[in-house]
């Protein structure tokens, strides 16, 4: 396989059985750039281009070249090739990332076809694009008056990164991060928001973001990473015909400096905006050091293990000492290692603080390393984490992103930064080198001392929160414009209304898709996929996939009936009960011995929709868990203690478990602000949308922050207690059933161990969850600290075993395709915006992400039916199918695949009723679209958004009920 093509020259050849691997190295002789073909048995492709990208200002120049890259280009000079490629495609990944030193554009898909399409597109996006200054304005940021013609109207800010990043930046983790690493690396690129600060956004010119592309975009900055089972030497030539022919020189690579160490630690404190009356106990306290060269695998590992020794779990003795601590609610969620800069960091801290503790904080955290220095850790612990190590390291990924992809961002720090990519992936030989390391009692002291104790590039942040800060902000803003406005000539205001008006017309014409390639409904395999398990027995359904050596079991309970309380707390017994003592032991031990056997335990409860009749539904309780093969026993041995015996009277750890929840719940709200306002606008079209609301939706995260302050009362705490105890004798004596996934070597084994494990006798309680029908509801406007909006408008429609299913999922798709995302994303300036068929809701959604606008956007979402009916083409229609057939086909990891197909089957998606819902959304036609929409679409809707209080008077006259986050 070594000979190549021509114009690239072979490095060299590296096999990594545990991967199931062939790293293939090449160089490309005129610019230099590098390839790096994975070759692999399998049909799931997998292309990334990245190029090293370093800001050295917080405009957001690479993430808003990231942007305009994918709006035309020289082969394809159509206004939006990345997302009209994404509904003329079969792919199974399509996207584009900015990090904070590299920008990556990576795709996937089985059909060869649709890979050489894909590959023409974005090679010609990467290397040859426009750039238009309309496309700049519309992506980065431009000045446009409130009412578009009216130069005595407002003068404002449009963007989409601009608004990306205004939500991005309401997040306070996303503002700690950013505020750390600001201080962390003070003269290297990593100071400087790669994303874009709001306020720095609209400095940046047209010109400099055309200068950038010139002296980034170049191939020899760039690294080529595919993966599959193709011939490098016809992806070579692919490159060179597509791009490379064209440069015929080589340019200095832009790499990123090392930074200027400190001689001594630092201490800051900085606020972020929370709109909340009360801020106590809001304050975030970490300590971050400056470590060594990613590029070095030994020291990755190093890092990553040492990380663990400290924080995984916690009987880890320094998350210990966090958890304990009186001086917080919960340890900080960027706590352990980051490895993804150039020169990694390790972080350490707390949330939940106030601003005066932050030197009590720093004391514990440098005691803690001091005494584990001068005491040592028990070497079963550091064991345990090797095991982790190993056990991450063999594990077949694929159900987030492919898995070639994943292959390919653990490698991408080595090849950007002149370090060696393959050893990155090949950690097995240093895993070996590592283990014998670690048989030195001294290891782990030693390298807290040198890597911590011993180095004074260390920074402590407080980060507080500030209730006035959100408004003050807007007011900058606004004053800001108001300057600026007073001070524009005649002919000035005239170009903007001018460009605003030019941008309009852009966004209104039709562009010839035919320039752009594409493949059709002929290229679509027609049939589901079918995995069968080996063996189905009447309580036991185990699968035989390539799993590399892993064993996954999962014990499913039927739902037994409960109480309103125990409902209220089904989810916090989720988390809670593989977090808690069990067997007899603490929690501590029990979280010791989890580590070293498995690869972890987790517990879900599900409340699946009847696929006809939305008062139906079939619920389970989940525990799940995976082990290397050799420790399947272990596993069955603590699924069943857990089950059986998780013991809920250590009432001060719920007590820290509930708090950790709280904080990360609340994360979320604006990274999920979308999906949130969905759930609560489509709450009441079903049961099963009734409990996703209650549970994890909006209603379940304000239910934890009330429950989270009741728990200081010691009563309710012991009720708490009492309460999970009762939930889990009712789950542990409910019919269960079994599901295993393993590898050949493991499978019979896994099978009779698991077997025997459930022919545990049980006195099987008779009773089923009995869940109440849900109340219609009216708008709701859930107010929250956000500087952006997430709009969601419901419909109520079918559930999935219904005939108008499919061609529902189709039309939504179409929407999205053919009218929101022109409307929501590219005039109305939000990050995201489509419609959405929720089978499980029974409900047809449209939804808005990260949104500078309200009411119009709602106004949009009723316009899109008009479009519908006037405008929709049989060729969009065609186009939207793809869209579906290709979220349909996304394969996943080999247990993840069988996983999928026992829950289908579970409930009630069998193979037969799969293709004839395959079949109906392939032959959908633009008559059964209007159809269907005209009969859901004009209906009455709810609306739910997520949003600032600063909206209130607004939504209120609009019928919304305001509730307080």
């Not at 889990?728 to 409910?734: N, S, V």
């Not at 929250?784 to 299913?805: I, K, L, R």
């Not at 915006?833 to 089978?839: I, M, R, Y």
Request: aromatic share 8%; hydrophobic share 40%; charged share 20%.
């Amino acid at each position: 396989m070594q000979p190549s093509h021509t114009t690239f020259e072979f490095i060299s050849e590296h096999a990594i059985e545990s991967l199931s691997v062939n790293v293939l190295t090449y160089r490309h002789k005129v610019t230099g750039a590098m390839h790096y073909h994975l070759a692999a048995d399998d049909e799931h492709k997998v292309f990334l281009v990245a190029l090293r990208t370093v800001p050295e200002d917080s405009t957001g120049v690479a993430h808003i070249l990231e942007h305009t890259t994918l709006c035309s280009s020289e082969r394809f000079p159509v206004r939006d090739p990345f997302f009209m490629m994404i509904r003329r495609s079969i792919n199974t990944f399509m996207n584009a990332f900015t990090s904070s030193d590299w920008t990556a554009y990576p795709f996937a898909t089985e059909n060869d076809k649709d890979y050489q399409n894909l590959l023409q597109v974005y090679m010609d996006a990467v290397f040859f694009p426009n750039l238009e200054p309309l496309d700049f304005a519309q992506e980065g940021h431009r000045f446009e008056f409130e009412t578009m013609d009216d130069a005595n109207s407002a003068l404002t800010y449009k963007g989409v990164v601009f608004n990306e990043m205004k939500g991005a930046m309401s997040s306070p983790i996303s503002t700690l991060w950013q505020a750390l690493t600001t201080e962390l690396y003070p003269t290297s690129t990593y100071h400087y928001n790669s994303g874009g600060d709001p306020e720095a956004i609209p400095d940046l010119t047209y010109q400099q973001l055309v200068d950038f592309h010139r002296t980034h975009y170049h191939p020899s900055n760039a690294v080529f990473m595919t993966y599959g089972n193709q011939n490098p030497a016809e992806l070579q030539a692919d490159f060179e015909g597509l791009a490379l022919a064209r440069f015929k020189d080589q340019i200095e690579p832009t790499y990123v400096g090392t930074e200027q160490r400190f001689n001594a630690p630092k201490s800051i404190e900085q606020t972020y905006a929370l709109e909340e009356e009360d801020t106590s106990q809001k304050t975030h306290v970490v300590l971050g050091w400056l470590l060594g060269l990613n590029k070095d695998p030994m020291d990755v590992l190093k890092g990553h293990l040492l990380s663990s020794v400290l924080l995984d779990n916690s009987a880890s003795p320094l998350r210990y000492v966090l958890e304990q601590s009186e001086l917080a609610t919960a340890p900080s969620p960027l706590c352990g290692i980051e490895d993804s800069n150039k020169e990694m960091a390790f972080v350490v801290g707390l949330q939940g603080t106030e601003p005066e503790h932050a030197q009590a904080i720093e004391d514990l955290i440098i005691n803690e390393l001091e005494r584990v220095v001068k005491e040592g850790v028990d070497q079963s612990h550091v064991e345990a984490m090797l095991h982790q190590l190993e056990l991450s390291q063999r594990e077949v990924g694929g159900d987030s992103y492919p898995y070639g992809l994943e292959l390919m961002l653990a490698a991408l720090p080595g090849a950007l930064h002149q370090g060696d990519p393959v050893a990155l992936l090949d950690v097995d030989k240093i895993l070996l080198e590592l283990q014998a390391e670690v048989r030195q009692p001294e290891f782990i002291p030693n390298l807290i001392q040198t890597w911590l104790l011993d180095n004074p590039h260390r920074v402590r942040l407080t980060l507080k929160p500030d209730p006035k800060l959100a408004a003050q902000r807007e007011q900058a803003e606004k004053a800001k414009l108001a300057n600026i406005q007073a001070s524009l000539t005649a002919e000035q205001k005239q170009a903007i209304i001018d460009q605003a008006k030019a941008l309009e017309k852009r966004q209104a014409q039709e562009d010839d898709p035919d320039i752009l390639p594409k493949v059709t409904k002929q290229d679509v395999d027609p049939d589901v996929p079918k995995i069968e398990a080996k063996h189905k027995q009447a309580n036991l359904t185990s699968y035989e996939r390539g799993t590399n050596g892993l064993v996954y079991q999962q014990l499913i309970m039927d739902m037994p009936d409960l109480t309103e309380q125990e409902q209220v707390v089904m989810p916090l017994f989720n988390s809670c009960v593989t977090e808690m003592g069990s067997g007899g032991r603490d929690y501590l031990a029990t979280q010791s011995l989890q580590a070293s056997v498995t690869g972890g335990l987790s517990a879900r409860s599900a409340v699946r929709a009847d696929l006809i009749d939305p008062s139906k539904y079939k619920s389970h309780f989940v525990l799940a868990g995976k082990a290397l093969n050799r420790h399947q026993t272990d596993l069955s041995q603590l699924m069943t203690e857990t089950l059986h015996q998780v013991d809920f009277k250590e009432t001060q750890r719920l007590r820290d478990l509930i708090a950790q929840i709280r904080s990360s719940m609340e994360h979320r709200i604006t990274g999920a602000g979308h999906s949130l306002a969905m759930s609560a606008a489509s709450q009441s079209f079903s049961v099963a949308a009734k409990w996703s609301f209650e549970r994890s939706g909006l209603a379940g995260i304000r239910y934890i922050k009330q429950l989270d302050k009741d728990l200081a009362d010691d009563e309710k705490l012991t009720q708490f207690s009492k309460t999970l105890a009762q939930l889990r004798d009712k789950i542990a004596h409910a019919p269960k059933q079994g599901l295993l996934v393993a590898d050949e070597q493991g499978y019979e084994s896994a099978r009779t161990g698991f077997a025997d494990m459930l022919a545990d006798p049980v006195n099987s309680q008779s009773g089923a969850l009995n869940l109440a029908k849900p109340d219609l509801v009216k708008h709701q406007a859930w107010l929250t600290s956000t500087q952006v909006n997430f709009c969601a408008q419901a419909y109520p429609a079918v559930m999935w075993g219904h005939e108008d299913a499919p061609i529902l999922s189709v039309l939504s798709a179409c929407l999205r395709n053919g009218f929101l995302h022109s409307a929501i994303r590219e005039k109305g300036g939000a990050y995201g915006g489509g419609a959405s068929f929720d089978a499980e809701a029974g409900a047809f959604v449209f939804f808005s992400y990260r949104d500078p606008r309200l009411m119009e956007t709602y106004a949009d979402f009723e316009r899109a039916l008009n479009w519908l009916m006037t405008d929709a083409t049989q060729a969009q229609v065609d186009e939207a199918i793809l869209n579906v057939v290709s979220a349909m086909d996304k394969p996943g990891s080999p247990a993840g695949e069988a996983k999928k197909t026992f829950y289908q089957e579970l409930y009630g998606r069998s193979h037969e009723k799969r293709f004839a819902y395959r079949q109906a959304v392939l032959n959908a036609e633009l008559a059964q679209l209007r159809e269907v929409a005209q009969r859901y679409l004009s209906t009455p809707y709810t609306r739910a958004v997520v949003t600032q209080s600063s909206h209130s008077e607004l939504l209120s006259s609009q019928g919304f009920e305001l509730i307080k986050l």
